[in-house]
């Protein structure tokens, strides 16, 4: 098993007029539904000035007690209309972007997608257009099967991201849970971030995100291990408290059948965490926040808890 540990890009020395640690707003627009394929969970972080903040996938309290894992789709009480989903259509592809010893980075075009707007993808100068996803890998050559896991996942064309660690042994996979997006977050069908483009740079382990409002933002790799990914993002630019720079999207039906079920937060930096059901969430401030699961769901059990803190604000 490899686990890597990458420093973080050096940053510029503290400025009077440069970012400080902050708090962040949440904002619960949680929905209830009857259907564990449906994302009602929808949860906003907001701030004003907001433009960094430390993102971490972790692996939930009870992983150790997991001996077996269940992906499956559950369509029960689901009734999806075909009306509310366009659906646009692709020529099919899957093609590798970048690769070194450690990673490989794929990128896929599906043969149909709800979007049909354009994000270039650039690695090293080439530019590869029409990407709906894009799959980062760890290698691993005692691994018997593909010899690599999946840990980061990104739709450049509305700005989804997923995140997880390296599977906890024994287990040899485990799966995605809670969706979050990061950026100028926007109403549409569905919550969106709109970018223009997406440079990845392997040297840094960093992407450069150009959103089509004309800001900017980095998201880099800062650790991956068994028990977490941690990523660190930082924007250029801080909006009014009204805008969120980032927002879950995620499942809850019951305890039972959940992606996220309850949410952990720290009020104030010196305050001890307070736990409570994602339904008692409204809005509140805070310098960090866990969204996870204490009971083991049904439902995609594996999947990581995450985690927002460090914000960073702009004066």
């Not at 394929?37 to 907001?50: F, I, S």
């Not at 409204?282 to 990581?304: D, K, L, Y």
Request: proline share 8%; aromatic share 8%.
């Amino acid at each position: 098993m490899i686990l890597v540990g990458c420093a973080s890009v050096p940053r510029a020395p503290d400025k009077a007029d440069g970012p400080r640690p902050g708090a962040a707003t949440l904002i619960n627009a949680t929905r209830t539904t009857l259907c564990a394929e449906e994302d009602n969970v929808y949860v906003k972080l907001a701030g004003e000035g907001l433009v960094g903040m430390r993102i971490e996938a972790r692996q939930p309290p009870y992983i150790s007690q997991l001996t077996v894992d269940d992906s499956k789709a559950d369509f029960t009480d689901c009734n999806f209309k075909q009306s509310e989903n366009p659906v646009y259509h692709f020529q099919p592809k899957k093609v590798v972007l970048w690769e070194n010893e450690r990673f490989v980075m794929v990128g896929n075009t599906y043969e149909t997608f709800w979007r049909n707007d354009q994000v270039d993808v650039v690695v090293q100068g080439q530019v590869t257009q029409q990407i709906h996803l894009i799959q980062l890998h760890l290698k691993d050559a005692s691994e018997p099967s593909a010899g690599r896991f999946e840990f980061l996942v990104l739709y450049p064309v509305d700005g989804y991201w997923r995140a997880k660690p390296i599977p906890s042994l024994p287990m040899t996979s485990s799966t995605y849970g809670t969706s979050f997006l990061v950026g100028p977050v926007q109403e549409a069908l569905r919550p969106v971030v709109e970018l223009a483009k997406v440079e990845f740079v392997p040297e840094q382990l960093s992407f450069r995100l150009d959103y089509e409002d004309g800001s900017h933002g980095v998201m880099h790799i800062a650790e991956i291990t068994r028990d977490k990914l941690a990523l660190e993002y930082s924007h250029d630019r801080g909006y009014p408290g009204s805008q969120p720079m980032a927002a879950i999207r995620s499942m809850y039906v019951t305890p039972e059948k959940s992606d996220v079920a309850e949410v952990t937060l720290r009020p104030a930096p010196a305050g001890e965490p307070l736990t409570q059901p994602l339904s008692a969430l409204t809005q509140r401030s805070v310098e960090e926040v866990r969204f996870g699961r204490s009971v083991i769901s049904r439902h995609n059990p594996s999947a990581p808890d995450m985690w927002f803190g460090a914000f960073q604000v702009r004066p």
